[in-house]
């Protein structure tokens, strides 16, 4: 079903470059000033109660595995459902939110945007993060390593690590620069302090839907049957704690201390349209047969515009807007969302609903689409100058960092939505 | 309160050398033939199911909180509750199952441990693996630098990485060799394939009990108790897989294909009479401030014993017992529980009831005391010869790896249990 240029009788979801359109319809858990949480669905400016319109008979006709997923606290059970109940669910959210007919109905089941707390949309149960963006590990890898920046396994193997999934908060959030072990290349000792080069890191996140059995692999024909949607992630990081700490066994206190996620989760349905081809070099390798597919090749990648912007305490002190640091695009990403859940899998590796993978930071091809500062500023060796005068080398205390993520164009937006973060200053443990 | 020589009514936890005397009480989760989970405490050849106590009254005098915890299918809650609850509940144990007063009411609440099929203990949400062998760091790093096998930063840093909880499965289940990428030192390109260096490694596992916050640290001093108890584990290692993917990020699907763990969770307070003081050699840097404490120096260390037992199918076709392949003991560790969950907070981390820290694999001081093939057989190049001429340099299909724990000796033992898996052939997908 093509549901670009339906409208809806929604006023606000109608505007051209309104995040959320009927086309959009992204999945949130909210509250509303009490403890019991709601799934929810962006329309417009404001978020549509899936559970009230189960109760007002709105969904009678669904299947009954549906009805009682949409009334949970969090979506995991409807994540589970798979596919074909997602579609279900859409299209029925499709009609009731189209069809004047319903709006009467509806209306008491809408509640402003700005009205609700967002909360994470489901029990993450394991995190994993990947490293699919080649200009992000090259340039990363130059600034170790200039003669040989890649390693020779990054273009044979979508490179993951598992991540904390504890400390996975929603947007809006703010969190204190973390303590670590630190070593100065030049000191005898390490020692205990705070975080000196604390980093954003630009990505998306992936959300695992319908889960697979131990033991069984995910081929690429059906991996993006068991992805529920995506999100804007911030995998936030702290070089300096990384640098000591990484060898032999990968990142760890560095990674773990906050990471934030987009109160929305974009159903893969409302990014069709912005499928695109997924290619890869002649001169590079092509992939394993276990990572290929022509529908990969044919639809693999899709059109994400990523933005970073900054907003430092003088620019609000300055009542100045933030400004943006960086943009990139997910279609420049090496390898696909159904080719990291086909290899996460290959080994018999389970995935439950609700799973997160980060898709690694997104930097696109020239250095100033670079996803974190780490990029941006050489490593810290050279700054960058904000339009203030200001200068970042690393992420500052009263810093907040916002990544957002759409699709389309100004006429036609797929918001999906942003996570914003404000940095505290901290404190050294007693 | 010293349980040590104090009597069961039930003779079985009597016995000497038997591994769940009335000192033990260890945890796990069971079911009786229905899907009905329970948790229980382990006491000679049975086990006594904690539901049905508070069903039959017998915990009246305890919390209202405890007393619903120990109705739960999961441990988690239990955990969440903190050392004094734990304490009171072992309390009420000793008391219910050493006076004779109590027979006729408790008797019909234990059940064969022989009868039972056992569950994960808990909803386990984030796996951290540590690497705190000293003596398995220094001879897998010999492998790869001879000259220089120790990485700078181990005697300063608790090593350790995050883990995959979906993949865990309580000991008894079988699983399938698994696939992955793989490149031969002299192959130009990788191929998919079935791993050929399968491997073990002899862990504790450490269950965290009560939870911390977001931005706030654990010191050395409160750290043991945000511990609920420690089980045994087997981190399945896939070596050929790792040593090709792991750059530079860490392992990933070299590990997270299958971990197996005892049943049975061992309360911090049955292994008190085995702590023993931890030191530090004076050529060694002394811990930082943070990761040091007078307890941890006097106390930190535990006295347990490990082992790897081999099955091969041939002895079993030729009716012949298991075989020991090594032992080793954890008081070796190079870094304590205390320093693991110090550390693992430092930055701020938040623990969950129900986290699983891995030990890392525990090796003693002497080659011979290796917990993983990996040192054995000097990485495959030396294999050994089992008492039936077998050699192994990594683990084959049908071999059966059983790694066992205790505590104390053959009069008094205080069992973790064992954690024993079937290796089955696996199957390159089409």
Same mark, same amino acid.
């Given at each position: 079903?093509?549901?670009?240029?339906?409208?809806?009788?929604?006023?606000?979801?109608?505007?051209?470059?309104?995040?959320?359109?009927?086309?959009?319809?992204?999945?949130?858990?909210?509250?509303?000033?009490?403890?019991?949480?709601?799934?929810?669905?962006?329309?417009?400016?404001?978020?549509?109660?899936?559970?009230?319109?189960?109760?007002?008979?709105?969904?009678?006709?669904?299947?009954?595995?549906?009805?009682?997923?949409?009334?949970?606290?969090?979506?995991?059970?409807?994540?589970?459902?798979?596919h074909?109940?997602?579609?279900?669910?859409?299209?029925?959210?499709?009609?009731?939110?189209?069809?004047?007919?319903?709006?009467?109905?509806?209306?008491?089941?809408?509640?402003?945007?700005?009205?609700?707390?967002?909360?994470?949309?489901?029990?993450?149960?394991?995190?994993?993060?990947?490293?699919?963006?080649?200009?992000?590990?090259?340039?990363?890898?130059?600034?170790?390593? *200039?003669?040989?920046?890649?390693?020779?396994?990054?273009?044979?193997?979508?490179?993951?690590?598992?991540?904390?999934?504890?400390?996975?908060?929603?947007?809006?959030?703010?969190?204190?620069?973390?303590?670590?072990?630190?070593?100065?290349?030049?000191?005898?000792?390490?020692?205990?302090?705070?975080?000196?080069?604390?980093?954003?890191?630009?990505?998306?996140?992936?959300?695992?839907?319908?889960?697979?059995?131990?033991?069984?692999?995910?081929?690429?024909?059906d991996a993006e049957q068991h992805v529920?949607?995506?999100?804007?992630?911030?995998?936030?990081?702290?070089?300096?704690?990384?640098?000591?700490?990484?060898?032999?066994?990968?990142?760890?206190?560095?990674?773990?201390?906050?990471?934030?996620?987009?109160?929305?989760?974009?159903?893969m349905?409302?990014?069709?349209?912005?499928?695109?081809?997924?290619?890869?070099?002649?001169?590079? *390798?092509?992939?394993?047969?276990?990572?290929?597919?022509?529908v990969?090749?044919?639809? #693999?990648?899709?059109?994400?515009?990523?933005?970073?912007?900054?907003?430092?305490?003088?620019?609000?002190?300055?009542?100045?807007?933030?400004?943006?640091?960086?943009?990139?695009?997910?279609?420049?990403?090496?390898?696909?969302i159904a080719?990291?859940v086909?290899?996460?899998?290959?080994? #018999?590796?389970?995935?439950?609903?609700?799973?997160?993978?980060?898709?690694?930071?997104?930097?696109?091809?020239?250095?100033?689409?670079?996803?974190?500062?780490?990029?941006?500023?050489?490593?810290?060796?050279?700054?960058?100058?904000?339009?203030?005068?200001?200068?970042?080398?690393?992420?500052?205390?009263?810093?907040?960092?916002?990544?957002?993520?759409?699709?389309?164009?100004?006429?036609?937006?797929?918001?999906?939505?942003?996570?914003?973060?404000?940095?505290?200053?901290?404190?050294?443990?007693?």
């Amino acid at each position: 079903m093509n549901t670009n240029r339906i409208n809806s009788w929604l006023p606000s979801a109608n505007i051209a470059g309104c995040e959320f359109p009927l086309a959009n319809l992204p999945y949130a858990v909210f509250s509303c000033g009490n403890e019991k949480h709601y799934i929810g669905v962006g329309i417009g400016d404001s978020i549509v109660n899936l559970c009230a319109l189960e109760e007002a008979g709105l969904f009678d006709e669904l299947d009954l595995c549906l009805r009682d997923a949409v009334k949970q606290q969090a979506l995991n059970q409807l994540m589970g459902l798979g596919h074909s109940h997602w579609t279900a669910l859409r299209l029925r959210l499709v009609e009731l939110l189209s069809k004047n007919t319903y709006q009467n109905q509806v209306e008491p089941c809408l509640i402003p945007q700005v009205d609700v707390s967002f909360h994470l949309p489901c029990q993450i149960g394991d995190y994993t993060d990947f490293y699919t963006s080649v200009h992000h590990a090259t340039r990363v890898g130059s600034l170790f390593r *200039p003669d040989n920046p890649l390693l020779p396994n990054y273009k044979w193997i979508p490179i993951g690590y598992h991540g904390r999934s504890s400390s996975i908060r929603i947007s809006g959030e703010a969190f204190k620069r973390p303590v670590g072990q630190l070593k100065a290349p030049d000191a005898e000792c390490p020692e205990l302090g705070l975080c000196k080069r604390l980093d954003y890191e630009l990505e998306l996140g992936i959300f695992i839907g319908k889960g697979s059995q131990l033991g069984t692999p995910v081929s690429m024909v059906d991996a993006e049957q068991h992805v529920f949607g995506v999100s804007m992630f911030n995998d936030w990081s702290a070089r300096d704690i990384q640098a000591w700490e990484y060898q032999p066994l990968g990142p760890f206190l560095s990674k773990n201390f906050f990471s934030s996620l987009s109160p929305w989760i974009v159903p893969m349905e409302a990014l069709a349209p912005y499928r695109c081809d997924w290619t890869r070099d002649s001169a590079d *390798p092509q992939p394993l047969d276990y990572l290929d597919s022509k529908v990969n090749r044919d639809k #693999g990648a899709i059109d994400i515009k990523l933005e970073v912007w900054i907003e430092t305490a003088k620019m609000r002190a300055d009542n100045q807007p933030a400004e943006r640091l960086s943009k990139s695009n997910f279609k420049e990403s090496y390898w696909t969302i159904a080719q990291m859940v086909t290899h996460h899998t290959v080994n #018999g590796c389970d995935l439950k609903p609700g799973d997160l993978l980060g898709s690694g930071t997104q930097s696109g091809p020239n250095h100033e689409e670079s996803g974190s500062l780490l990029e941006l500023t050489a490593g810290g060796k050279a700054p960058i100058t904000l339009s203030n005068g200001e200068q970042r080398s690393f992420v500052e205390d009263g810093d907040r960092i916002i990544l957002k993520g759409y699709c389309g164009d100004d006429q036609l937006k797929i918001g999906l939505g942003q996570v914003d973060n404000l940095v505290l200053s901290g404190s050294k443990p007693e």
